[in-house]
């Protein structure tokens, strides 16, 4: 025996339902829009900061940058005085390596001397991992006692 309530009972849920469902839409949509524009200003304002830092830093930073390739300048004088002064010695390729060698060892020792301020990081603990196993082996057949 049969009736033709279910979808009466059906019509009559959704008009209960739709109007508290649609509410719930408007709601979330809202609430979806509020974090939206507060998620926005909070970009727009850190955006805004990090220009007006960046305008403030340009001149030092172009300064710095200047004053960098003047000293690699400076330095490339140095040591090509350097192996001039020598070539009155010493042949002048000779002069030429004499510095050189001198220079990666002064690269090396500076190198060292930062390696050995490194700060010191743990070393990761290691955790033995479980054996995996297979399902399959992990089943005990019934007649086995």
Do not use: C, Y
Request: proline share 8%; net charge neutral.
């Amino acid at each position: 025996m049969t009736t033709d309530r279910g979808p009466e009972r059906r019509r009559f849920l959704d008009r209960l339902t739709e109007p508290i469902a649609e509410r719930a839409r408007e709601k979330l949509g809202q609430a979806e829009d509020k974090v939206r524009s507060s998620i926005q200003a909070e970009i727009d304002a850190v955006s805004a900061s990090v220009r007006a830092r960046a305008v403030q830093v340009r001149p030092s930073a172009i300064a710095f940058g200047a004053a960098a390739l003047l000293t690699f300048f400076g330095l490339a004088l140095f040591v090509t005085a350097a192996v001039m002064g020598m070539a009155h010695v010493v042949e002048p390729w000779l002069a030429a390596l004499l510095v050189g060698t001198a220079l990666l060892l002064v690269a090396a020792g500076f190198a060292a001397w930062g390696r050995s301020h490194l700060p010191r990081t743990p070393a990761p603990r290691l955790t033995a991992l479980p054996e995996p196993t297979h399902p399959a082996e992990e089943l005990v057949h019934p007649w086995d006692n």
